[in-house]
């Protein structure tokens, strides 16, 4: 079993500002983590992902996450906020290797860049 | 490849209707799955594809609803007697296979039920 818990349902940024978006994630099995964004209507669209090797991961848009095993999180990060961020934040779980099939998410976080 | 399509965009049915939506994955990809999300929340799995088999469904998957994948290519989801607990967005997306790949999602299709 998995599960995925995303601490926050809103958070306000001014724009330059870090975005720290939290993820915790619990998993029976060596996790496949992810983080997806969706912008109103649209669907979701992959912003990064941590499978094995480096633990520091990097995306598109200048986010990036850090899967810490003791903690069982995976955070995400921004450094600086952008207008353009302003959409919702979805974190998921997909158990590793031959357990891996469907993907778990978590409930999003709403993100608001103040300019 | 022009990713992930989804047919309607938009759908409303009065409540005892069926409706019917479509999904073309893309085409190299031979898993699809079905999600389900409403308003606020995170996408529910529904059910998923690998070529033509529906391997998964998940217990959210009442009696009414049916997904097919006759050819491995492109995927139905029907819903029979529409209920208005049915409103929510409908996503589809495909994968390679097994292993550290993301999904790729369509733009879903958004019911409502009046």
């Known amino acids: 079993a998995q599960s995925v818990t995303q601490l926050g349902s809103h958070v306000s940024v001014s724009e330059g500002a870090l975005v720290l978006l939290r993820c915790n994630y619990s998993s029976s099995v060596p996790p496949y983590l992810f983080w997806y964004v969706q912008y109103p209507n649209q669907g979701l669209q992959l912003l990064l992902k941590y499978t094995t090797g480096a633990t520091l991961v990097k995306g598109i848009n200048g986010f990036e996450a850090e899967f810490k095993k003791s903690e069982t999180s995976f955070h995400l990060t921004k450094p600086s906020a952008h207008m353009s961020d302003a959409a919702e934040y979805f974190c998921?779980?997909?158990?590793?290797?031959?357990?891996?099939?469907?993907?778990?998410f978590g409930g999003g976080t709403r993100v608001l860049v103040k300019p | 490849d022009t990713g992930v399509s989804q047919d309607p965009r938009h759908k409303i049915t009065k409540r005892g209707q069926n409706v019917t939506f479509r999904c073309d994955p893309i085409?190299?990809?031979?898993?699809l799955y079905w999600y389900r999300q409403t308003l606020g929340q995170g996408p529910e799995f529904l059910t998923y594809f690998q070529n033509e088999a529906q391997l998964e469904k998940s217990r959210l998957l009442s009696d009414r609803f049916s997904a097919e994948r006759p050819k491995g290519s492109f995927s139905t989801l029907e819903i029979q007697r529409t209920e208005q607990g049915d409103s929510a967005m409908y996503l589809c997306a495909s994968s390679p296979g097994q292993g550290d790949y993301g999904y790729t999602f369509g733009s879903g299709t958004r019911l409502t039920v009046v």
């Open positions: 085409s190299e990809h031979n898993r």
């Open positions: 998921a779980v997909r158990g590793g290797g031959a357990a891996g099939n469907k993907l778990t």
